[in-house]
């Protein structure tokens, strides 16, 4: 079983500069997955990135990229070069690799100023 | 390829009434699942089944079911709604793979009132 936190309910950042979205997560599994989405107001579930806990190089999709604290039970997202299509609600969540499904933290709503 | 297709996409009901919420996937997924969001949270997941005939609780299964005839398959029913199952429900479904990063895909959600 997982958990996952997500502790700033909202960020908001200019548009153009760089933003990092918190997560912490516990886990009693030895490899897991951590996950990145976006949910927009048309409340699609949009995979941003993703990460194997066995690897130790952090992930990076573009303008997106993590930081992958695998002892401090940290993984953040950081989104770079902010655009107006990224405002979203953003949400971190965890598998531990079985059968279930993913473990959602309550989510961040990024807000970016034009 | 129309992935993780949801019906209806939005429905009220009144509290005691019975319906189901549909899914189809076309990618032959094993791996299917449904989550509910409540409003300011996360998704939790409800039930999910790991093939055709399988189907197993998740964190939240108190008043749903589920069957899966199919691969394709995995219809929610609502037997007697109540106003705390107002929600946005969500399917998704994962490839064959126990043990992998692959995503799970989602459909678009289906918004349900309970009056």
């Known amino acids: 079983a997982q958990t996952v936190t997500q502790s700033q309910p909202e960020m908001s950042v200019q548009e153009a500069e760089t933003v990092t979205l918190s997560c912490t997560y516990d886990?009693?599994?030895?490899?897991?997955?951590l996950f990145w989405y976006k949910q927009p107001p048309s409340r699609q579930m949009i995979l941003v990135i993703r990460q194997e806990a066995y690897k130790q190089q952090n992930a990076t999709e573009n303008r997106f990229s993590v930081n992958f604290q695998k002892a401090a039970k940290s993984f953040s997202l950081k989104i770079s070069d902010s655009q107006l299509g990224d405002a979203a609600m953003y949400f971190c969540?965890?598998?531990?690799?079985?059968?279930?499904?993913?473990?959602f933290g309550k989510g961040t709503h990024l807000i970016i100023q034009p | 390829n129309a992935g993780v297709t949801q019906t209806p996409k939005f429905r009220i009901l009144k509290i005691g009434q019975s319906m189901t919420l549909q899914c189809t996937q076309d990618?032959?997924?094993?791996?299917m699942y449904w989550y509910r969001q409540d409003p300011g949270m996360g998704l939790k997941l409800i039930y999910y089944s790991v093939g055709a005939g399988i189907t197993d609780k998740g964190e939240v299964p108190n008043g749903y079911n589920v069957s899966r005839s199919t691969t394709e398959d995995f219809p929610l029913r609502l037997e007697l709604a109540a106003p705390s199952q107002t929600s946005v429900y969500f399917c998704?479904?994962?490839?064959?793979?126990?043990?992998?990063?692959?995503?799970?895909?989602f459909g678009d959600g289906t918004r349900l009132s309970i009056l």
């Open positions: 998704a479904s994962r490839g064959t793979k126990p043990y992998s990063n692959q995503p799970q895909h």
């Open positions: 886990t009693s599994e030895s490899d897991y997955y």
């Open positions: 990618m032959n997924h094993n791996y």
């Open positions: 969540a965890a598998w531990g690799g079985g059968a279930d499904g993913l473990t």
